[in-house]
């Protein structure tokens, strides 16, 4: 009788630069977008992707071979990987865009994310976790369209995830309007994360210190046969009125007569 063959979870983790969370929003002088020039960070959703990831290697050991996560962006992405591996990722993926260039659209990201995992071959990756939304454009597409185009099973905004290695198949609650739903998806699969997932974990000087030594490689769209000009035109994107002070009436009378004022009342 054959031994049975060992089962391993290769995780990959998509990551996006953003604009921080603590920063206060502005637009550009030319409308044409949002100020950049301020500090970012890995995007808060995606940060509880990676510790899923690393919390998964905890629970099943040496059942998960590799962790590896991704980014679409300008050079300074790379410090977004390189917090990911101080979290405990293992390797990176850098698919690095000119700077200035517009920011890709989801499907171009999803395309280029099924790029890199026919690149890695077949059965090198098991399970896709990424945030359910970047905090930039609130979008929350990708995920959904990864996992359309690879033909894989999805299950989105997720609060607890399990995995059986050995049945290949994961289990998923997913928060949905009436409450949350249990999804029993077969590996391999798509899962974005949703904010009661779990709580990211600092990453601690030594880990900051090892992560400057894991490897990232770097690829261009060229190299992955993508192509990611934008199919949206941005014309113009201003920032909401501000809010007029409001005033005190002394008579139900009193407020028709401003209605009337207005044009809101006849």
Do not use: W
Not at 5 to 17: D, E
């Amino acid at each position: 009788m054959r031994p049975t063959a060992t089962r391993f979870l290769h995780i990959l983790v998509p990551v996006k630069r953003c604009v921080d969370f603590a920063v206060k929003i502005r637009v550009n002088p030319q409308q044409t977008g949002i100020d950049t020039n301020v500090k970012h960070s890995m995007n808060p959703f995606d940060e509880i992707a990676v510790e899923e990831a690393v919390r998964l290697r905890e629970r099943l050991k040496d059942k998960v071979e590799s962790i590896t996560v991704v980014t679409l962006g300008p050079a300074k992405a790379s410090e977004t990987l390189r917090t990911a591996l101080a979290m405990g990722a293992d390797s990176g993926v850098h698919i690095e865009l000119p700077e200035g260039a517009p920011p890709p659209e989801p499907l171009g990201v999803a395309r280029a994310l099924r790029a890199v995992i026919e690149r890695r071959g077949k059965g090198k990756t098991d399970l896709v976790i990424l945030g359910k939304q970047a905090i930039d454009d609130d979008l929350g597409q990708t995920g959904q369209m990864l996992a359309a185009l690879l033909g894989a099973a999805q299950a989105t905004c997720a609060s607890k995830v399990e995995v059986d290695v050995e049945r290949r198949v994961v289990r998923v609650r997913t928060e949905v309007d009436g409450g949350s739903e249990e999804l029993l998806c077969e590996l391999p699969a798509v899962v974005t994360t949703d904010l009661r997932l779990n709580e990211p974990r600092y990453a601690s000087l030594p880990n900051i210190m090892k992560a400057k030594k894991k490897p990232i490689e770097k690829v261009t769209p060229a190299d992955l046969g993508v192509d990611l000009a934008p199919l949206l035109e941005t014309i113009a994107v201003r920032e909401p009125l501000k809010r007029v002070g409001g005033g005190k009436v002394g008579s139900v009378d009193e407020l028709v007569g401003k209605l009337r004022e207005a044009g809101f009342a006849g």
